[in-house]
């Protein structure tokens, strides 16, 4: 089965970056495509991006223009860039392998605040 494994999360600025990662461990990510979720505070769990084998990806509304999602298969690790945040995009972020019964990461903790 394997593991995700997030990082990158933490504490920023409105206006500001941050860039997340998803590593597998005991799983080879690059035969799989992956999805970026977050779950804001009483909120239900929301997809925002995707990224598929081939690289090709996709983003929610609340991704659109702000967010990019890649991958580096040599590194076995999927990145989400996160730019111009906003105080809403405060949030757990997972990544996802396989939709919303698949496999899981634990989260990482994303607060935008001034």
């Known amino acids: 089965q394997g593991q995700l494994v997030e990082s990158g999360g933490g504490l920023v600025q409105p206006g500001g970056s941050l860039r997340l990662s998803c590593t597998g461990s005991g799983i080879n990510l690059r035969a799989y495509g992956l999805d970026w979720y977050r779950q804001a505070p009483g909120k239900e769990r929301e997809w925002i991006a995707g990224?598929?084998?081939?690289?090709?990806?996709m983003f929610g509304d609340a991704a659109k223009g702000r967010f990019a999602v890649s991958r580096d298969d040599q590194k076995n690790t999927m990145y989400l860039q996160m730019n111009s945040l906003k105080l809403d995009d405060t949030a757990v972020y997972y990544c996802?392998?396989?939709?919303?019964?698949?496999?899981w990461g634990q989260g990482t903790q994303v607060t935008v605040s001034s």
């Open positions: 990224i598929a084998r081939n690289g090709n990806t």
């Open positions: 996802n392998k396989g939709g919303r019964s698949g496999l």
